[in-house]
Nanobody, 115 residues
Framework: QVQLVESGGGLVQAGGSLRLSCAASGSIFSNTVLGWYRQPPGNQRELVATITSGGSTNYADSVKGRFTISRDNAKNTVYLQMNSLKPEDTAVYYC?????????WGQGTQVTVSS
């Protein structure tokens, strides 16, 4: 079982930046994938980015070049640096972990980008 606690959400103007953090505790192993999903208002949850313990990353096309995911394995923490934010990035952002078929989610943090 993995527990995930996000922080760093908030309100920002378009073009601004935010950094999300997610502290993971519990059964974190070297093959645990960490990442971020988001759920815009009225829409389904969608992938933002993931990262393996070895540093391999995967991004949604909509955030490539603007968002950067990173991971501190010693602290079991994953970060999402979000630059050049757009109003369409407004969503609840969820931290995510996966090991094999077992997945866990954080409680979510709101990110609102004003135009």
């Amino acid at each position: 079982q993995v527990q995930l606690v996000e922080s760093g959400g908030g309100l920002v103007q378009a073009g601004g930046s935010l950094r999300l953090s997610c502290a993971a505790s519990g059964s974190i192993f070297s093959n645990t994938v960490l990442g971020w999903y988001r759920q815009p208002p009225g829409n389904q949850r969608e992938l933002v980015a993931t990262i393996t313990s070895g540093g391999s990353t995967n991004y949604a096309d909509s955030v490539k070049g603007r968002f950067t995911i990173s991971r501190d394995n010693a602290k079991n923490t994953v970060y999402l640096q979000m630059n050049s934010l757009k109003p369409e990035d407004t969503a609840v952002y969820y931290c995510y972990s996966r090991r094999g078929a077992s997945a866990s989610w954080g409680q979510g943090t709101q990110v609102t980008v004003s135009s």
